[in-house]
Each structure stands twice: as structure tokens, then as C-alpha cells.
């Protein structure tokens, strides 16, 4: 069964740009969550989601969003960028919602906002 | 809310030596735990997981780690490392339940392999 997979894998944009990352998950998983992971914070949860709708969402700002299809594919945007955003954005797959399931992570998109 | 303290930021041993891992967490609720590994350029990889039942878990690779209600602590051990085992490890909180609550990750511990 392929893995999680995760485009573009390397991405540089400039100050005050978009970004939309893809994700797609392990084929019969439900479940999306991203987590951005920087030198300074460490990783960090930014949101999870499950049937299309966004069920948790972590303490960033509203320049970050993102949305799932119907085929569980999801993507991430990043509004406005600013040089603080510049990290790996890592996406993770999980046969259901909730604690006690597996996330399966891909390789990550590596940001870089110059 | 919950948070996890990996208490070194570097760990070097000497290959076929053991090694443990440390992990506390801090959380006023039942919680779950796990265990990451990151190789360069990878996402991560789940080593282990403790959900409930007996305390000692073990995972992949040789890997295994100790649930300590008391102490709060969840630390990693291996009882004889390998030059593959060079990476960076994780340890990850959420709440136990079926709440989609993300992981609280550690900061991260390098794992450094001598020969």
C-alpha cells in the first residue's frame, strides 16, 4: 500500500505570497491532520480533518487553512506569508478520527519564505 | 492542556551500548502516549504506543518504553543500539478518549550513534 504522500516537497516563495499544500493520504484512511515543525517550536498541530470537515484546530492564525475533498485528499494554504512561516509542514494519515488511531506521516513539504 | 519535556536535546552512545530516551509529561487527564523516530529528510515513523493495559510497551526495532503513572514519565529504551538507529526521536502526548485532539509533541531528542 503506497504511503503518504506529500507535494511539492520543496517549495520557496517570497514575503506576503499564498501557498497551498497537497496531501494525499493512505488509500482508506478518513483522516488528515497537519503539523508544521520548525527549529524554534519544535512540531506543532495545526489541524485535523475527517469527512470534509475540519474537526480540531491548533493556536495558529487564520492565514492558515486548508480543506478536504470528498476523495479524503487534502490541502493546506498559507496566506500572506511571512518569514516565520518557513518550515516543514509534515501531513499525517489515520483510518479514523480520534486518539487512539495510528497516524501514518508523510515526508513533509519543506517552506522556505524568503 | 498538555505538554511533554524531553528532558536531553542529545543523547551520544557508543554502538551495542544501551540507551534510554527520557519523556515526561504534564496533563490533568488521561492521556496517550508514543514514541517517533525521524531519519534525516523523513517524516516521522511511530516506534510505539501506550493506549492502556500494561505499562511496558514494545515497539519496532528493539525498541520499548515504560509508562509511569507516578512519575508522569513515558522514557525509551534499547537495550543494544546500531549505527542505524542515528536519528531524531519524539515523544508525543494526546488526550486518551476519542477526541481529535492533535499530538503535543517534545522537543526532540538526537540520538547520536558512536562506533
Known amino acids: 500500500k503506497a504511503g503518504v504522500t506529500q507535494t511539492p516537497r520543496y517549495l520557496i516563495k517570497t514575503r506576503g505570497q499564498q501557498v497551498t499544500l497537497s496531501c494525499s493520504p493512505i488509500?482508506?484512511?478518513?483522516?488528515v491532520s497537519w503539523y508544521q515543525q520548525t527549529p524554534g517550536q519544535g512540531l506543532q498541530f495545526l489541524f485535523e480533518y475527517f469527512s470534509e470537515t475540519q474537526r480540531n484546530k491548533g493556536n495558529f492564525p487564520g492565514r492558515f487553512s486548508g480543506r478536504q475533498f470528498s476523495n479524503s485528499r487534502s490541502e493546506m494554504n498559507v496566506s500572506t506569508l511571512e518569514l516565520g512561516d518557513s518550515a516543514l509542514y509534515l501531513c499525517?494519515?489515520?483510518?479514523?478520527?480520534?486518539?487512539?488511531?495510528?497516524?501514518?506521516f508523510g515526508p513533509g513539504t519543506r517552506l522556505t519564505v524568503t | 492542556a498538555q505538554s511533554v519535556t524531553q528532558l536531553d536535546s542529545q543523547v551520544p552512545v557508543f554502538e551495542e551500548a544501551p540507551v534510554e530516551l527520557r519523556c515526561n509529561y504534564s496533563s490533568s487527564v488521561s492521556v496517550y502516549l508514543f514514541w517517533y523516530v525521524q531519519y534525516p529528510n523523513q517524516g516521522l515513523q511511530l516506534l510505539l504506543k501506550?493506549?492502556?493495559?500494561?505499562?511496558l510497551v514494545k515497539g519496532i526495532n528493539g525498541f520499548e518504553a515504560e509508562f509511569n503513572k507516578s512519575q508522569t514519565s513515558f522514557h525509551l529504551r534499547k537495550p543494544s543500539v546500531h549505527i542505524s538507529d542515528t536519528a531524531e526521536y519524539f515523544c508525543?502526548?494526546?488526550?486518551?478518549?476519542?477526541?481529535?485532539?492533535?499530538?503535543?509533541f517534545g522537543k526532540g531528542t538526537h540520538l547520536i550513534i558512536q562506533p
Open positions: 488509500s482508506g484512511h478518513r483522516s
Open positions: 499525517a494519515s489515520s483510518l479514523n478520527s480520534g486518539s487512539s488511531y495510528e497516524q501514518y
Open positions: 501506550y493506549l492502556s493495559g500494561s505499562t
Open positions: 508525543a502526548v494526546t488526550l486518551a478518549g476519542g477526541g481529535a485532539d492533535g499530538l503535543t
